[in-house]
């Protein structure tokens, strides 16, 4: 999961993605809960926590760049871009883990409904559908607005060709987001039901950002010894949200969180250049609360969790805790810890045990791993 452009490893990129996926996690569970803790501020923000999500498209931007960018650059009139392998990994990443969540939650079901949406959900290319709210694995909708941003890819890097082509687009992508969100959402003529958060166009600002953010990659590294400004910057960004002080352009949701987010990989960004030049000048390895052996732990299996949680929620509520745990905050964070070890463990598993013994097992799928 790291990225590597020229001598930079942007590690701390690993601490942003277990963050998210713990914060959505947490989310999910309060959301669900039968009886579900209220009142406190802390609670408004936890709700927000689904926002996350943009995040994680912001870094998957960023990080095709840091792998394929470079590659559609035309020398001698050739493109180094190899179609087929770009493909052959997004599969090999995606696929297998989602086909054992599908399978499991269509024989539970066991309809012809589920089978259908099973195989529309396997195809990833089920947000091309007029409605792509499907109920089998529905955390996968971001699986299906990720593989349509790779089937775009192409497009996208032309969009990045120069910095001045690329504010255009970004500025266009957010024009498009508002009359999609105001006009198209709330008009039945274009929307089956209202789904237009989950699609493309909505969210391709926060793709553009990830772009945009990989262009001024060489300049924002300059800052590095801003990186603690961008923390206090992005979380009292994120905090002023919540308060009666934020100001009038925060009313806006969708650009307070482009702002916010930004500024966390910038923060991540401007970290991983301190981290990098300390090693090159003392061979140490500096601790870093988002650039350690934890995070880098759960970043490598954030997608797994996100992916599964919800499944192994529905587990933790066969518990039926509720009846034995009065107090209502209590309750939230024992289900949220039960769940999220569960699906901890539950990825770790399919990823780094059963891929591995597989992969070792039958060389024909040493792709798993």
């Not at 919800?310 to 039960?338: C, G, P, Q, Y």
Request: glycine share 4%.
């Amino acid at each position: 999961m790291e990225m590597v452009v020229s001598k930079i490893r942007y590690g701390s990129f690993d601490g942003l993605r277990a963050i998210a996926a713990f914060c959505i996690v947490m989310m999910h569970v309060r959301a669900n809960m039968t009886v579900k803790p209220d009142g406190a501020l802390i609670y408004s923000i936890i709700a927000s926590f689904s926002s996350f999500v943009y995040l994680f498209m912001m870094l998957s931007a960023f990080s095709l760049c840091c792998g394929y960018y470079n590659k559609f650059t035309v020398k001698d009139g050739s493109c180094s871009f190899d179609v087929d392998k770009f493909y052959n990994k997004r599969y090999a990443r995606i696929w297998p883990f989602f086909f054992i969540l599908v399978s499991i939650e269509c024989l539970m079901d066991h309809s012809l409904e589920s089978l259908y949406h099973s195989f529309a959900d396997l195809t990833l290319v089920f947000h091309l559908l007029p409605n792509p709210s499907l109920k089998v694995i529905g955390m996968g909708w971001f699986l299906g607005v990720i593989f349509l941003f790779y089937i775009m890819f192409p497009f996208f890097v032309y969009l990045l060709h120069s910095k001045k082509r690329a504010w255009l687009a970004l500025t266009v992508a957010i024009v498009f987001q508002l009359i999609g969100y105001n006009y198209f959402l709330t008009n039945p003529t274009f929307v089956v039901s209202p789904v237009f958060k989950r699609q493309i166009i909505f969210c391709l600002p926060y793709f553009m950002v990830g772009g945009l953010l990989y262009l001024y990659k060489d300049k924002l590294s300059s800052w590095g010894g801003y990186y603690k400004m961008m923390f206090v910057l992005a979380t009292l960004s994120y905090v002023l949200y919540f308060t009666p002080f934020k100001p009038v352009i925060w009313n806006d949701e969708y650009l307070y969180l482009t702002i916010v987010y930004a500024l966390l990989i910038l923060y991540a960004l401007t970290d991983s250049v301190r981290i990098n030049k300390i090693k090159e000048a003392t061979g140490g390895y500096p601790w870093s609360f988002l650039d350690n052996k934890i995070m880098r732990f759960v970043s490598n299996i954030s997608m797994e969790i996100y992916l599964c949680h919800m499944m192994m929620f529905r587990v933790v509520e066969k518990l039926h805790l509720e009846k034995h745990i009065e107090n209502a905050d209590i309750s939230f964070v024992i289900h949220f810890l039960i769940t999220f070890s569960l699906a901890l463990s539950f990825a770790w598993f399919v990823k780094c045990v059963l891929f591995n013994y597989l992969s070792k097992r039958f060389p024909s799928l040493s792709f798993l791993v």
